[in-house]
């Protein structure tokens, strides 16, 4: 059974950082490009970053851009997304999502980011 | 970057009726990459159809997805009182590669 359990979520002001981290278990993790999609309060789903599966390719929206970077450890099943100069406006659940290109076949439930002074 | 536009809105619907859910895209998209979700209050999304037409593992085959170019729907055949949640498709990009979701179809019981 595949599991994405994120973490790392919490309470930031504008201007801060924060470092979101996803465990991952149940398939071959370095197989996969892994991704982070993240939700704001009673929004859609906006998708953030994904990355490929050896970690030397990495693609990110344009409203994180130069802000955000996403990372990968395969020897610890583990994804990451260090979080800097954080906005109101990144207020939101993000979550982790495993998929083949194209499309994300398993999510995590989420880790909260609220960014406010 | 490609935009998709769903409508309804704001679907209202009885159990045992038939949903026909629109996303319209403003270029068109490959068939291999455009996806349907479901997603109930406190949970995360859960993938329901991906490439257009094929049904993820354990979604019932009330679920069907179809369309091409620039113009998709999903097709829930008979309403079960579970199936009542938003519903979002997303497009994925290859050159350069992102996805871009739509702002979701909310299916409430009428």
């Known amino acids: 059974e595949v599991q994405l359990l994120e973490s790392g979520g919490g309470l930031e002001q504008p201007g801060g950082s924060l470092r979101l981290s996803c465990a991952a278990s149940g398939f071959t993790f370095n197989t996969y490009a892994m991704s982070w999609v993240r939700q704001a309060p009673g929004k859609g789903l906006e998708w953030v970053s994904t990355?490929?599966?050896?970690?030397?390719?990495?693609y990110y929206a344009d409203s994180v851009k130069g802000r955000f970077t996403i990372s990968r450890d395969n020897s610890k099943n583990t994804l990451y997304l260090q979080m800097n100069s954080l906005r109101a406006e990144d207020t939101a659940v993000y979550h982790c999502?495993?998929?083949?290109?194209?499309?994300?076949?398993?999510w995590g439930q989420g880790t909260l980011v609220t960014v406010s002074s | 970057e490609g935009v998709l536009t769903q409508s309804p809105g704001t679907l209202s619907l009885s159990p045992g009726e038939r949903a026909t859910l629109s996303c319209r895209a403003s270029?068109?998209?490959?068939?291999?990459?455009l996806a349907w979700y479901q997603q109930k209050p406190g949970q995360a999304p859960r993938l329901l159809i991906y490439g257009t037409s094929s049904r993820a593992t354990g979604i019932p085959d009330r679920f069907s997805g179809g369309g091409s170019g620039t113009d998709f729907t999903l097709t829930i055949s008979r309403l079960e009182p579970e199936d009542f949640a938003v519903y979002y498709c997303?497009?994925?990009?290859?050159?350069?590669?992102?996805?871009?979701f739509g702002q979701g179809t909310k299916l409430e019981i009428k």
């Open positions: 990355v490929s599966g050896s970690g030397d390719s990495t």
């Open positions: 270029q068109s998209v490959s068939s291999n990459y």
């Open positions: 997303q497009q994925y990009g290859s050159s350069p590669r992102e996805y871009t």
């Open positions: 999502a495993k998929g083949p290109w194209g499309y994300f076949d398993d």
